[in-house]
């Protein structure tokens, strides 16, 4: 895998093999794809990676980060507006589909769309057209689109947050992105090809790591996944520039044994995550007096979503 500046997937474990290998063979059609993965994990990286290896390359990659579309404006910024569609409406104005013409729309978050703006993209995907606001004609074009979520989306289906058309119709492809404590030596190798990187971006010489500085690396969970990796390298390459880093030079989350964070504690002897579920979920339930919208409540969940998990775990009521 070459290195690039900062674009091109580092990666040698097999799981992340497997996620290229599928990567470029979808890159070379135009099916829907669904990328899936824990915040930093890549997603984003991985849809320019399609696209660059796609006949779209020469075109446009228009990123949109779904959870950041204000819900009153999602129609009109994704579709665009006609003069006079709303107050404001000064000008016409083009959307992010009109301007992905012939390469890829990026919907990063999809599951924080609206359902109005939702079925508004299922017809888009279906037909080709959208409608501008304050257009009376569709207007088609030819738009790749590649959608990414760090939540699971089919539990937001199953609580009716997600349409289920819409679902199926971006999840013709999923890749599913592991988080970086997932890939088997891999941090080893991001961490030196992201110093070397950074390094040279900043005009330093790399640091280089000591075998226990690099055990501790590889035993640290990584929970903002490569993100958190490349920002830390920065912060090494600026702080131990040409210089030897031993374990106890390393930031104290990164140097600690990971401690028990959060209000619960995992006992020495671990424990099955499953029969805690039902024994909060019956515990809820009681506490509730067999009331399941006050018991879903009570365990921070909706309705639909604790229905989901009593059918699921075929919890007696
Ligand atoms: N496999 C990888 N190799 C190199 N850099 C990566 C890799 N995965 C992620 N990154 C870098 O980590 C950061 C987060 O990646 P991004 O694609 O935005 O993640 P996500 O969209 O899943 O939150 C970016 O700076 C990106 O360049
Ligand atoms: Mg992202």
């Known amino acids: 895998m070459k290195t690039g500046h900062g674009t091109t997937l580092i990666g040698e474990s097999p799981e992340m093999q497997a996620v290229l290998r599928a990567a470029r063979l979808v890159a070379a059609t135009d099916v829907p794809v669904l990328i899936e993965g824990e915040s930093g994990t890549g997603k984003e990286l991985l849809a320019r990676d399609v696209h660059r290896h796609s006949r779209r ?144 971006r900043h005009g330093l010489e790399a640091p280089r790591f000591t075998p226990a500085a690099r055990r501790r690396l590889e035993d640290y969970g990584w929970p903002g996944n490569v993100r958190e990796l490349r920002n830390f390298c920065e912060r090494m390459v600026v702080l131990f520039g040409g210089r030897v880093v031993d374990a106890g030079n390393l930031p104290a989350e990164i140097r600690r044994p990971q401690p028990a964070t959060g209000r619960f504690r995992l006992p020495a002897g671990g424990l099955s995550l499953q029969a805690l579920e039902v024994d909060m979920i019956r515990q809820a339930l009681q506490q509730a007096g067999g009331n399941r919208s006050r018991a879903a409540r009570l365990l921070g969940l909706t309705r639909d979503t604790l229905l989901y998990r009593i059918r699921k775990h075929a919890i007696e009521a």
């Open 57 to 200: 390359s020469g075109k446009a990659f228009i990123s949109v980060n779904c959870a950041a579309l204000p819900e009153a404006l999602a129609e009109s910024l994704l579709y665009g507006h006609r003069k006079g569609a709303f107050t404001g409406a000064i000008d016409h104005q083009q959307g992010y589909v009109g301007a992905a013409h012939g390469g890829i729309l990026f919907l990063d978050e999809v599951g924080e769309l609206s359902l109005p703006v939702q079925a508004k993209l299922l017809r888009f995907l279906e037909s080709g057209e959208f409608q501008p606001v304050g257009q009376a004609q569709p207007q088609s074009v030819d738009v790749r689109v590649i959608a990414a979520t760090n939540r699971c989306l089919e539990e937001r289906v199953r609580a009716g947050e997600f349409r289920e058309d819409l679902y199926y119709r971006l999840r013709v492809v999923p890749l599913e992105l592991p988080p970086l404590r997932q890939r088997q030596g891999d941090v080893g190798l991001l961490t030196e090809r992201l110093s070397a990187d950074l390094a040279a």
